[in-house]
């Protein structure tokens, strides 16, 4: 065991022995999230196609922002858009946390879903697509990037697959994601 964490250990030891056991709680819980973040960073990872992983660690600091090198990786990679699109949203609908808030590396996938026309999305999610799929086609269109730089072509998914695309986002326990499927995929006017 590392001599800096043996001291910490002893440190909290102490403190929780005279009447401090919150300090020990708070420090144990920060572990607890790193670990559980070095978790996620690293199953992520793997599910991540080999061409984007080389630039996994400039996406923890960045991803938001995309890189050419990145778009231009993942084309040579996967040169049919459908492909790479499937790819793409089976990777965004990976995440394990909620739609916002989330680590930087997840908007890598729906920077570059973003650069592909919706037909290609569309014939990428397919009639039948699966969980992850559909939970990645949820996310995407239920975004604040897509409502804000390609909002009216929400209008143009097919009922059926926005029917379904809800329906799974309406399983969720999470409230905030709900209500953004509603928002991008709820009944038209």
């Known amino acids: 065991m590392d001599p800096r964490r043996r001291g910490a250990d002893a440190l909290m030891d102490w403190l929780s022995s005279h009447g401090m056991r919150f300090v020990r709680e708070e420090y144990d819980d920060g572990r607890r999230r790193a670990g559980d973040a070095a978790t996620r960073a690293s199953a992520w990872r793997a599910a991540m196609p080999a061409s984007l992983a080389p630039f996994f660690e400039e996406m923890q600091q960045s991803g938001a922002s995309g890189r050419p090198e990145w778009t231009a990786a993942i084309e040579a990679e996967l040169p ?51 969980a992850r799929r559909r939970e990645g086609a949820a996310r995407l269109f239920s975004s604040w990037w897509f409502s ?13 697959l926005r029917g379904r695309l809800l329906e799974h986002a309406e399983m969720s326990s999470d409230e905030d994601r709900r209500k953004r499927a509603r928002a991008a995929l709820g009944t038209r006017d």
């Open 148 to 160: 804000r730089k390609r909002g009216p072509e929400l209008a143009q998914i097919p009922d059926q």
């Open 80 to 130: 049919d858009p459908v492909e790479r699109a499937r790819v793409l949203l089976d990777l965004f609908g990976s995440g394990v946390g909620p739609w916002t808030g989330h680590p930087s590396w997840e908007s890598v996938p729906e920077q570059l879903l973003l650069q592909l026309p919706l037909a290609v999305i569309l014939d990428a999610i397919g009639d039948t697509p699966d």
